[in-house]
């Protein structure tokens, strides 16, 4: 058993958990990264982590300056998390309408919490600007991790989660897939998995209301619909995607993700938040592509229990519209098939 100092150290080296149900339905090995298992409680604590190291070794950011960022949750808890280990103060500026679980966690790790209302982008009043004003009035005292730019965030799976994949599959791995919020997890992960394994398939998934999916079939940012989805599409090109080395892509919609949460938390005992959920969808429907035998790597970003106001609150998903397949995962399983056929 192993002793730490702080919980810095308690950041990666996450395990590799095969779903069972899923392998079985589909005769591929499926696994998922538990990412929920980092101090913070996502994936977003190694890019949190990685910024803050390289600010130091800039200087950027100096003894007593506090973090700000602009973030649908997970990133702000990484901030706050490891910031405190390092003595900063985090502010966060959130777009309203996020889960009430990521604030209540945001506030007891300590982060001061700026609502802002949803918008486009292009508005000087988005969270990303907002964010970003607030550092560069005061450069004394704030830190902006800028995560959607900040290479740090592609360094931190470049450097560290990549290689924890490479090892934990021990080389043989069919096909990794992501989702994007930054592009950090995906482009880290891709360019380094894909120089040591060349045959590697790298998928993005993309929920409704992402542009992502688009943009790399037909090179412009375009979408319809939305999604429930929190922190992840992205509806511009940013910093850390441009480092990404996909193969294919393709959108879901939400209610393959409750499918697959719902089969999950009843037979593998996994409770996955939405993100994580869209993610072993596709990796569901990559591992019936590709056939039977092939290992598929995908991500559970976080706790599922951030996501459970939404994804697990059928008051909520009702008055969206929202339903798993009626014919639950057998059903979800033969219409991928019968999509895979008509390509």
Known sequence: ?????????????????????????TGAEIFVKCEYLNPGGSIKDRAAQQMILDAHASGALRPGMKIVEGTAGNTGIGLAVIGAAFGHKVKVVMPRGQTA?????????????????LCPFTSPNHFYHTARR?????PANWWWANQFDNLSNFKAHYTRTGPE???????????????????????????????RLPGL???????????????????????EGESIAEGIGIMRLVANFKEAVIDAAFTLPDADALTIADHVREHDGLVLGSSSALNVAAAVKTALSMGSGSRVVTFACD????????????GFLASKGLAPHPRGIEGLIADYGTQLASL
């Open 201 to 223: 398939k790298v998928i993005l998934v993309d929920p409704l209301g992402s542009g992502l999916c688009h943009y790399l079939k037909h090179g412009e940012f375009k979408t």
């Open 303 to 314: 706790l599922g229990e951030r996501s459970y106001s939404k994804l697990y609150d059928r």
């Open 101 to 117: 679980e990521k604030q209540r966690i945001l506030t007891l790790f300590g982060a001061e919490i700026q609502q802002v209302d």
């Open 1 to 25: 058993m192993q002793v730490h100092a702080d919980v810095n150290a308690l950041v990666g080296n996450t395990p590799l958990l095969k779903i069972g149900s899923l392998s079985r339905l």
């Open 165 to 195: 994949i490479l090892a934990q599959t021990e080389g043989r791995l069919s096909a990794l897939v992501s989702s994007a919020g930054t592009g950090g997890t995906i482009a880290g992960n891709s360019r380094f998995l894909k120089e």
């Open 134 to 138: 607030v550092a560069e009035e005061d």
